[in-house]
């Protein structure tokens, strides 16, 4: 059995597309999230992109699906921690959670190049592309330590508002969520990281290219890796573990028509992302019919590994579309795998 959740970047265009403005992207999400957890499936993730035409701003969307919903998880994939201020996203991912029940599922990294030089810069963090990344990873952990809900604020001796003796937490503060944060990872070393650290973890359809090896295998060495770095930890909860794909079954006339060529071409690729010295390796699309996809992902080490499975959806195609992508999904290929 695993969890299927969608991935959705959020995209919004103004030609070409049947989500034209930021009100159609946000919107139509939720409207997507509350159709999707009607045929099973299980998570409803957004990629947050700063200073794009895409999902920037995850909470407010976030707690809007949870309001409207009562089962399906409600993720990141990821936030990128470069911009963040720990102590704000604490309170804003505190009150998410409570708004969704216990549904939060919180991704978080350094996360990609953005759209413009240096973005963590206006919003108000001065520090260097090489400063910042170790900066990532001691905001990440300040952000745990809060989650955690143990007081640390000297309080006010005229305070406002009556309050008990001590000091003062972060509010509100919302049990469990700490254990539902995880780490986007890219690296065998940034695996063993977030394991050490008491985080779940997630993968995207990229990791670095540390050997010659197909993606899927090198992305399952990785998976391998965190659960052994976590097995020394001696955490006491256990922790999930996911995996993105491009998954598109072909079922109709349109289906053929958007994605027909895809499958013939489908290979791993190996590139370079801005910024990084190191090359990575980019993972296939799996288009075809879905007796086909059911044999290609039946291949795949790293599915095996993970309990959760995002798809990544083309959501400028609007949501009855994606809603037909998700459900060929549940139907023609998740059965024939075992994830249902």
Do not use: C
Not at 23 to 37: C, F, G, K, P, T
Not at 113 to 130: N, R, T
Not at 204 to 220: C, G, R
Not at 304 to 332: C, M, R
């Amino acid at each position: 059995m695993k969890k299927i959740g969608f991935l959705s970047f959020g995209h919004w265009m103004d030609e070409g597309s049947l989500v034209k403005t930021a009100s159609d992207a946000y919107l139509q999400s939720i409207e997507l999230a509350v159709e999707a957890e009607k045929i099973g499936i299980d998570g409803a993730w957004f990629r947050v992109h700063h200073f794009a035409d895409q999902i920037g701003s995850p909470f407010p969307l976030m707690a809007a699906i949870g309001a409207k919903t009562s089962k399906i998880e409600v993720g990141t994939g990821l936030i990128d921690m470069r911009y963040e201020n720990p102590y704000m996203m604490a309170e804003n991912a505190g009150l998410t959670d409570i708004i969704t029940q216990s549904r939060v599922q919180l991704g978080v990294g350094r996360g990609s190049p953005e759209q413009v030089l240096d973005g963590w810069k206006y919003f108000g963090y001065d520090y260097s592309e090489e400063e910042i990344k170790e900066i990532t990873r001691q905001r990440t952990l300040e952000f745990l330590k809060l989650l955690e809900g143990k007081p640390f604020a000297e309080p006010n001796p005229m305070p406002m508002f009556p309050q008990g003796p001590g000091k003062l937490r972060i509010e509100p503060y919302s049990d469990g969520l700490r254990e539902r944060i995880w780490w986007g990872s890219g690296s065998t070393e940034t695996a063993v990281w977030a394991a050490k650290q008491g985080m779940n973890l997630q993968f995207s359809t990229l990791v670095n290219f540390e050997s010659k090896e197909p993606f899927h295998i090198q992305q399952a060495k990785q998976l391998r890796a965190f659960k052994e770095a976590w097995k020394e930890a001696g955490h006491d909860f256990e922790p999930r573990t996911l995996v993105t794909r491009s998954i598109q079954p072909i079922t109709t006339d349109l289906d053929r028509q958007l994605f027909g060529e895809l499958g013939d071409e489908a290979a791993d690729q190996v590139g370079f992302l801005a910024y990084h010295r190191n090359p990575t390796i980019f993972g296939k699309t799996f288009a075809g019919e879905p007796d086909k996809i059911v044999k290609q992902l039946a291949e795949d080490e790293a599915i095996k590994e993970a309990d959760t499975v995002l798809v990544t959806i083309p959501n400028t195609l609007g949501v009855e579309y994606n809603l037909h992508l998700l459900e060929s999904i549940v139907k023609d290929v998740a059965p024939d795998l075992g994830w249902r």
